[in-house]
T-cell receptor, first 116, second 109 residues
Framework: ETGVTQTPRHLVMGMTNKKSLKCEQHLGHNAMYWYKQSAKKPLELMFVYSLEERVENNSVPSRFSPECPNSSHLFLHLHTLQPEDSALYLC???????????????FGPGTRLTVL | GQNIDQPTEMTATEGAIVQINCTYQTSGFNGLFWYQQHAGEAPTFLSYNVLDGLEEKGRFSSFLSRSKGYSYLLLKELQMKDSASYLCAVADSNYQLIWGAGTKLIIKP
C-alpha cells in the first residue's frame, strides 16, 4: 500500500461513453499527477496539480479533462475516447511539485483502460 | 530533445548480480530516480542520486556520473521477487520527471 488509491482498477468503455477515473491520496501531499503508461513506452505525464491548481498540461487532448476539488482527490473525466487511448492510467502524489529536487512520487495501482 | 535510454529487457540468475544502465540527455538536471514496478502494480521508489558516486541501500545500489549522463542500478543476491520492471527518471531544470521506458528484469532459478 502506497497511500494512493485509484478506482476503478479496470474499465472498458466504448468511444461514445463518458466515464471518470478517481484517485485519492492519504499522505497529506500537496501535488498530484496523472500519467499514461503504454506498453514499452515511457511514462507520459498528462497533468500536474499543486495545491489544487493545475500547473502542467502536456498538450493532452481535450477528451481528457482533469478535476482536483481538493488536495486529496483527483479525477480524470473521459469522453469520446479513441482506441489508442487504451493504456494504464496512473495517479501519483508528492510533497510538492516545484523547486524540490528530491521529490519522491508515490503511485496508485492504476486503472487499466480499454477503449473499444 | 530530452531522452532517457535503458535496455528493454535483461535476464539474470537467482543469487547473481545484475547491473541496469541508464543514460540521459535532459535540459538541466535535478536528480535521478530509480523505481521498481511489478507487473500489474504501482511503481515504487528505490533510490535517488543527485551527486556523483554510489548510494548503497541493502541489496540495491545506485550510481551516478553527471559528466557522463549515466547511472546504473546494481542488484545483488538476486531473488525471484526481484523480477520486475525498473524505471529510470531524471528531474529536469523545471523539476519535471522525464522517464525511461523501463527495463524488464527476468530472474531465472
Amino acid at each position: 500500500e502506497t497511500g494512493v488509491t485509484q478506482t476503478p482498477r479496470h474499465l472498458v468503455m466504448g468511444m461514445t461513453n463518458k466515464k471518470s477515473l478517481k484517485c485519492e491520496q492519504h499522505l497529506g501531499h500537496n501535488a498530484m499527477y496523472w500519467y499514461k503508461q503504454s506498453a514499452k513506452k515511457p511514462l507520459e505525464l498528462m497533468f500536474v496539480y499543486s495545491l489544487e491548481e493545475r500547473v502542467e498540461n502536456n498538450s493532452v487532448p481535450s477528451r481528457f479533462s482533469p478535476e482536483c476539488p481538493n488536495s486529496s482527490h483527483l479525477f480524470l473525466h473521459l469522453h469520446t475516447l479513441q482506441p489508442e487511448d487504451s493504456a494504464l492510467y496512473l495517479c501519483a502524489s508528492s510533497q510538492d511539485s516545484t523547486e524540490v529536487a528530491h521529490n519522491e512520487q508515490f503511485f496508485g495501482p492504476g486503472t487499466r483502460l480499454t477503449v473499444l | 530533445g530530452q531522452n532517457i535510454d535503458q535496455p528493454t529487457e535483461m535476464t539474470a540468475t537467482e543469487g547473481a548480480i545484475v547491473q541496469i544502465n541508464c543514460t540521459y540527455q535532459t535540459s538541466g538536471f535535478n536528480g535521478l530516480f530509480w523505481y521498481q514496478q511489478h507487473a500489474g502494480e504501482a511503481p515504487t521508489f528505490l533510490s535517488y542520486n543527485v551527486l556523483d558516486g554510489l548510494e548503497e541501500k541493502g541489496r540495491f545500489s545506485s550510481f551516478l556520473s553527471r559528466s557522463k549522463g549515466y547511472s546504473y542500478l546494481l542488484l545483488k543476491e538476486l531473488q525471484m521477487k526481484d523480477s520486475a520492471s525498473y524505471l529510470c527518471a531524471v528531474a529536469d531544470s523545471n523539476y519535471q520527471l522525464i522517464w525511461g521506458a523501463g527495463t524488464k528484469l527476468i530472474i531465472k532459478p
